[in-house]
């Protein structure tokens, strides 16, 4: 939150594939490599493909979706090699943040670059510089200066090899070659990535000119091209280097280059730096390149009441007649891809519990212009991308209740399930294949008939109101109640979470070739009993002559009739969902955990555990097969905070506490992290005994290290997150509602172009009013809207809120400009997204 801001970061991103790898060296008969691509904020990765065996041309097809939970100066892509003893980077692909626009929602070759120690920096350093008069050592009468370089803390410095023992050397290069060096170094700060150093060094400066303005004039010649130089280094035995003729262990972890030309003399200078990389010497090869589609954006969230006008304007569009006039209607057409539109509005409607007549508005504008029942959304408009968005976001914990056990058991089993004579392997039989892939599909059309009465309510009421729609303009065509829903709940909803289970979080890893074709089977089969229930005759609608003896195998009409009565079911309006009793894993992985120990002292170690959350309780194993050690029932989960990094020296430590003790956990990284504790908050948030207060630091050695209470069971002493104002945790409209001001601001040439055509659709129709002549005019109106006056109106009122909008931000940025230090911690010397975003460079510390 800056300023009653929130900065909101979301990153998506599609792993293509890559191409013309290098040969491996340690495979010399085919050349070819076992890899997967990882994507990392600057040193930290937050998520990896599956594993592509034996490809010099790698088709990953992996997508990754998060929200960006800390600040980042690079996006990097990496290609690894897995090796038998420690895995191998081929090459990588390194983003600056202000550059992500470039490539933003369109696919892109990227090259591979070498990747080493020198290239591989992140961290800052924080330096004071100050000249000032001493007497000359040497007996002269003229005054020297000495030049004094504070080196005061680092912070995030690069780990290597699993430590970092950093120290600084500070050197001074001058002279007209720059062969002239001073080199001083300070002493080694043990197990810590961000070392406080404060060490003053001096560099004695001799008087060579008669302009006191600069401190270049006191270098030891006449040269201006003085330099001072802040490199960090690692101390390892393992690494040695020579410096002016001395030996130092050392692996390098950045530096900072200072002119001293472009310094003033009169003050000192006080700032914090970007370390940068040093060019690497070693010879480039060409290391192939990378197909990526990355989508980022930055979304600049105000105070709710900036976003009144906007609200209001978009919850009264259910109520605009036309539809096409509401602004709801506006936004699905002027954006490019109706999904981008979708995902906000749907949202902010169902937020504010109008999301039904949304859709039932939009359903009825457009069943009532179809001639032919079966062309029913079959396009990609923006009714059927809200239904779409509303199953994923209402529908997800339904989907797993009732497919995740089948699908683990398809990925578990390793049954035959190839039904094309044409790929069957010589060790197959084709019957067998068909009887596990019959068992299969039986087993999931019967969880999908015994589930109608979990379907989530809303879902239920929009499947009833397009069923009354459809059945009211088509009332001859029995089949039409059945197509509209099966449409959505079938094709669009069940066969796409089969076809890909990792999408919807059924599974985490990707399925390899033979279960991908099984799953591909099985989604096509769900489809074409879709199709099948929903028709007016007996076919089975496959493309493919090999999947019809399948459905001949077994009773079709049996199951056609189970599953018009699930469609009977779903779309009948309720008001109140049926209980879930039934176990739903909501989320599960492996982390660490710190031992919650059952001695009030003693050394408490940490272990690697697979976590699992269920709407019933939190529990961990040894691993994913194994009875779990400890399970927490959600209702004993009182609150869920993160835990400061200096109680452990851990990075992305967060808490659950519990009525007598407090499990402290450690993610793999920050997205992880922020997406655990996101749902451990909501789980929270349902629990009447919740805690309004927390200890934000860890409970060790018998005390808290934040307040020093002895009691582990003692009341908090900060308010918890959720208690905090302005954070939402659930739907959070008012981001939803900056997305949309977003669209809308992106594509302001459309809406005023738009504008401007239905002003003259205006005028022209007010010119047919007031005709008085006896004659028809000779010229007609081009084709008018179906209420030119009301579209006109409401892309007036958008304009006027996205205009006010804009405006509010642009005094934010104007703002925080002003407020904003070049060189203090928050924004280094080296910020290239501060210098981009404000055009030079301000006053510095």
């Given at each position: 939150?800056?300023?009653?801001?929130?900065?909101?970061?979301?990153?998506?991103?599609?792993?293509?594939?890559a191409?013309?790898?290098?040969?491996?060296?340690?495979?010399?008969?085919?050349?070819?490599?076992?890899?997967?691509?990882?994507?990392?904020?600057?040193q930290?990765?937050?998520f990896?493909?599956?594993?592509i065996?034996?490809?010099?041309?790698?088709?990953?097809?992996?997508?990754?979706?998060?929200?960006?939970?800390?600040?980042?100066?690079?996006?990097?892509?990496?290609?690894?090699?897995k090796?038998?003893?420690?895995?191998?980077?081929?090459?990588?692909?390194?983003?600056?943040?202000?550059?992500?626009?470039?490539?933003?929602?369109?696919?892109?070759?990227?090259?591979?670059?070498?990747?080493?120690a020198?290239?591989?920096?992140q961290?800052?350093?924080?330096?004071?510089?100050?000249?000032?008069?001493?007497?000359?050592?040497?007996?002269?009468?003229?005054p020297?200066?000495?030049?004094?370089?504070?080196?005061?803390?680092?912070?995030?410095?690069?780990?290597?090899?699993?430590?970092?023992?950093?120290?600084?050397?500070?050197?001074?290069?001058?002279?007209?070659?720059?062969?002239?060096?001073?080199?001083?170094?300070?002493?080694?700060?043990?197990?810590?990535?961000?070392?406080?150093?404060?060490?003053?060094f001096?560099?004695?400066?001799?008087?060579?000119?008669?302009?006191?303005?600069?401190?270049?004039?006191?270098?030891?010649?006449?040269?201006?091209?003085?330099?001072?130089?802040?490199?960090?280094?690692?101390?390892?035995?393992?690494?040695?280097?020579?410096?002016?003729?001395?030996?130092?262990?050392?692996?390098?972890?950045?530096?900072?280059?200072?002119?001293?030309?472009?310094?003033?003399?009169?003050?000192?200078?006080?700032?914090w730096?970007?370390?940068?990389?040093?060019?690497?010497?070693?010879?480039?090869?060409?290391?192939?390149?990378?197909?990526?589609?990355?989508?980022?954006?930055?979304?600049?969230?105000?105070?709710?009441?900036?976003?009144?006008d906007?609200?209001?304007?978009?919850?009264?569009?259910?109520?605009?007649?036309?539809?096409?006039?509401?602004a709801?209607?506006?936004?699905?057409?002027?954006?490019?891809?109706r999904?981008?539109?979708?995902q906000?509005?749907?949202?902010?409607?169902?937020?504010?519990?109008?999301?039904?007549?949304?859709?039932?508005?939009l359903?009825?504008?457009?069943?009532?212009?179809?001639?032919?029942?079966?062309?029913?959304?079959?396009?990609?408009t923006?009714?059927?991308?809200c239904?779409?968005?509303?199953?994923?976001?209402?529908?997800?914990?339904?989907?797993?209740?009732?497919l995740?056990a089948?699908?683990?058991?398809?990925?578990?089993?390793?049954?035959?399930?190839?039904?094309?004579?044409?790929?069957?392997?010589?060790?197959?039989?084709?019957?067998?294949?068909?009887?596990?892939?019959?068992?299969?599909?039986?087993?999931?059309?019967?969880?999908i008939?015994?589930?109608?009465l979990?379907?989530?309510?809303?879902?239920?009421?929009?499947?009833?109101v397009?069923?009354?729609?459809?059945?009211?303009?088509?009332?001859?065509?029995?089949?039409?109640?059945?197509?509209?829903?099966s449409?959505?709940?079938?094709?669009?909803?069940?066969?796409?979470?089969?076809?890909?289970?990792?999408?919807?979080?059924?599974?985490?890893?990707?399925?390899?070739?033979?279960?991908?074709?099984?799953?591909?089977?099985?989604?096509?089969?769900?489809?074409?009993?879709?199709?099948?229930?929903?028709?007016k005759?007996?076919?089975?609608?496959?493309?493919?002559d090999?999947?019809?003896p399948?459905?001949?195998?077994?009773s079709?009409?049996?199951?056609?009739?189970?599953?018009?009565?699930?469609?009977?079911?779903?779309?009948?309006?309720?008001?109140?969902?049926?209980?879930?009793?039934?176990?739903?894993?909501?989320?599960?992985?492996?982390?660490?955990?710190?031992?919650?120990?059952?001695?009030?002292?003693?050394?408490?170690?940490?272990?690697?555990?697979?976590?699992?959350?269920?709407?019933?309780?939190?529990?961990?194993?040894?691993?994913?097969?194994?009875?779990?050690?400890?399970?927490?029932?959600?209702?004993?989960?009182?609150?869920?905070?993160?835990?400061?990094?200096?109680?452990?020296?851990?990075k992305?430590?967060?808490?659950?506490?519990?009525?007598?003790?407090?499990?402290?956990i450690?993610?793999?990284?920050?997205?992880?992290?922020?997406?655990w504790?996101?749902?451990?908050?909501?789980?929270?948030?349902?629990?009447?005994?919740?805690?309004?207060?927390?200890?934000?630091a860890?409970?060790?050695n018998?005390?808290?290290?934040c307040?020093?209470?002895?009691?582990?069971t003692?009341?908090?002493?900060?308010?918890?997150?959720?208690?905090?104002?302005?954070?939402?945790?659930?739907?959070?409209?008012?981001?939803?509602?900056?997305?949309?001001?977003?669209l809308?601001?992106?594509?302001?040439?459309k809406?005023?172009?738009?504008?401007?055509?239905?002003?003259?659709?205006?005028?022209?129709?007010?010119?047919?009013?007031v005709?008085?002549?006896?004659?028809?005019?000779?010229?007609?109106?081009?084709a008018?809207?179906?209420?030119?006056?009301?579209?006109?109106?409401?892309?007036?009122?958008?304009?006027?809120?996205?205009?006010?909008?804009?405006q509010?931000?642009?005094?934010?940025?104007?703002?925080?400009?002003?407020?904003?230090?070049?060189?203090?911690?928050?924004?280094?010397?080296?910020?290239?997204?501060?210098?981009?975003?404000?055009?030079?460079?301000?006053?510095?510390?």
């Open positions: 939150m800056e300023g009653g801001v929130r900065i909101q970061e979301t990153l998506r991103v599609k792993i293509g594939e191409k013309h790898l290098p040969p491996s060296s340690s495979n010399v008969t085919s050349g070819l490599r076992d890899t997967y691509c990882s994507v990392a904020l600057d930290e990765q937050i990896k493909t599956s594993l065996e034996r490809n010099l041309n790698p088709f990953y097809g992996e997508e990754f979706q998060c929200e960006i939970p800390r600040k980042f100066r690079f996006l990097k892509f990496y290609v690894h090699e090796t038998v003893k420690q895995d191998k980077i081929i090459g990588n692909v390194v983003i600056k943040k202000e550059e992500l626009h470039k490539y933003h929602g369109k696919d892109h070759w990227l090259p591979l670059h070498p990747v080493d020198l290239s591989e920096v961290g800052k350093v924080h330096v004071e510089l100050r000249l000032s008069e001493c007497l000359d050592t040497r007996g002269s009468h003229m020297s200066h000495r030049l004094s370089v504070r080196v005061v803390e680092c912070s995030d410095l690069t780990v290597i090899n699993g430590a970092c023992n950093p120290y600084a050397e500070v050197t001074l290069t001058f002279g007209k070659m720059q062969k002239n060096v001073e080199n001083k170094r300070t002493a080694v700060k043990k197990k810590t990535i961000c070392p406080q150093f404060d060490e003053t001096f560099f004695d400066l001799k008087k060579k000119g008669q302009n006191h303005d600069r401190m270049t004039q006191y270098i030891v010649d006449d040269s201006t091209n003085a330099e001072l130089s802040i490199s960090l280094w690692h101390d390892d035995s393992r690494v040695s280097r020579e410096v002016l003729g001395h030996m130092f262990p050392g692996a390098f972890l950045g530096e900072v280059k200072i002119l001293l030309k472009d310094l003033d003399q009169t003050t000192a200078h006080n700032a730096y970007f370390l940068s990389p040093r060019e690497s010497s070693s010879k480039k090869h060409e290391l192939g390149s990378l197909r990526l589609k990355i989508s980022y954006t930055a979304d600049h969230v105000f105070l709710s009441h900036y976003y009144n906007l609200r209001n304007l978009l919850l009264k569009s259910p109520e605009v007649q036309p539809i096409t006039s509401s709801a209607y506006i936004l699905g057409e002027v954006v490019e891809q999904q981008e539109a979708a906000p509005l749907v949202k902010v409607f169902l937020h504010h519990e109008k999301l039904v007549p949304l859709i039932e508005a359903s009825d504008w457009e069943i009532s212009r179809i001639s032919d029942p079966n062309t029913i959304f079959r396009g990609n923006l009714a059927s991308k239904i779409d968005e509303l199953m994923k976001v209402v529908g997800m914990h339904y989907l797993h209740d009732t995740k089948i699908i683990d058991e398809i990925f578990d089993d390793h049954l035959p399930c190839e039904v094309d004579p044409t790929r069957l392997s010589p060790s197959e039989n084709l019957d067998n294949n068909i009887n596990n892939l019959r068992g299969y599909i039986e087993k999931i059309i019967v969880a008939t015994q589930s109608a979990q379907c989530p309510t809303i879902m239920c009421q929009v499947f009833a397009l069923k009354e729609i459809a059945t009211k303009y088509f009332p001859e065509n029995k089949a039409v109640r059945y197509q509209v829903v449409g959505f709940i079938f094709l669009r909803f069940y066969a796409p979470a089969i076809l890909g289970p990792k999408l919807f979080q059924l599974r985490q890893e990707t399925p390899d070739q033979s279960t991908s074709r099984k799953l591909t089977l099985i989604s096509k089969a769900v489809q074409s009993l879709g199709n099948l229930v929903s028709s005759h007996a076919s089975y609608g496959f493309k493919e090999y999947m019809v399948l459905f001949r195998s077994f079709t009409e049996h199951h056609t009739a189970a599953l018009r009565t699930f469609l009977d079911i779903v779309s009948t309006a309720r008001t109140q969902s049926r209980t879930i009793t039934t176990t739903i894993v909501l989320k599960e992985g492996m982390m660490t955990k710190r031992a919650q120990g059952r001695r009030r002292f003693g050394v408490k170690n940490f272990k690697r555990r697979y976590f699992c959350l269920t709407n019933q309780y939190l529990s961990y194993a040894k691993s994913k097969d194994d009875e779990p050690l400890c399970e927490i029932p959600v209702d004993e989960i009182l609150a869920v905070e993160t835990v400061e990094e200096e109680s452990f020296k851990m992305y430590m967060f808490q659950v506490v519990q009525p007598q003790r407090t499990l402290y450690q993610a793999n990284n920050c997205v992880e992290m922020k997406e504790t996101d749902i451990l908050s909501k789980i929270c948030e349902m629990n009447e005994n919740r805690l309004h207060f927390y200890h934000p860890g409970f060790v018998g005390h808290y290290l307040c020093n209470a002895t009691e582990q003692v009341g908090g002493c900060a308010p918890v997150t959720s208690e905090l104002p302005d954070i939402k945790v659930v739907i959070d409209p008012d981001l939803e509602l900056e997305r949309i001001h977003s809308f601001l992106s594509n302001m040439e809406l005023e172009k738009l504008q401007v055509e239905q002003k003259s659709k205006c005028d022209t129709c007010a010119e047919l009013e005709y008085s002549g006896t004659e028809t005019p000779s010229k007609p109106p081009t008018i809207l179906e209420d030119t006056k009301t579209c006109f109106e409401t892309l007036s009122e958008i304009l006027a809120c996205v205009i006010s909008l804009e509010e931000h642009k005094q934010y940025v104007k703002d925080k400009h002003r407020n904003t230090v070049y060189g203090s911690q928050e924004t280094p010397i080296g910020d290239e997204n501060y210098l981009l975003m404000s055009g030079h460079i301000q006053t510095k510390l």
